[in-house]
C-alpha cells in the first residue's frame, strides 16, 4: 500500500492585524507525517516543535519582528520520526 510523501509549506504575511511594533506572521503547515510523532522545526532563524495529529497533519505559528521584507523567501526544514526531512519555502505576503 503506497503511501504519501511528507510535505511542508510555508505561509509567512504581513498581513495580520494592525499592531506596534508590526510583525512577520509565519505558520509551518506539514502533511503525511508518522501520526502521534513529534517534528523539530527550523524556520527563518527559529526552532520549535510540533506534534503530528491523527491525520498526519502539523503546524507552528510564530512572528517575527521587526517584519521581513514584502517578497523576502522564508525557509523550513523538518526533521520527523525515523530520520524523515523535508524542506519548504514561502515568500512574504504584503497587502
Keep these: ?3 504519501d510523501t511528507p510535505t511542508v509549506n510555508v505561509n509567512a504575511g504581513n498581513d495580520g492585524p494592525p499592531s ?12 503525511n507525517f508518522p501520526p ?14 510540533a506534534r503530528v495529529e491523527a491525520d498526519g497533519q502539523f503546524d507552528w505559528d510564530f512572528s517575527i519582528r521587526p517584519p521581513l521584507g514584502c517578497g523576502s523567501t522564508v ?5 520527523g520520526s525515523d530520520g524523515i526531512k523535508v524542506e519548504g519555502e514561502g515568500e512574504v505576503f504584503c497587502p
Design 20 to 31: 506596534k511594533p508590526r510583525a512577520t506572521g509565519i505558520s509551518v503547515l506539514g502533511s
Design 36 to 49: 502521534g510523532t513529534v517534528v523539530n522545526i527550523i524556520a527563518a532563524g527559529r526552532r520549535g516543535t
Design 1 to 3: 500500500m503506497p503511501t
Design 75 to 79: 525557509q523550513a526544514v523538518v526533521h
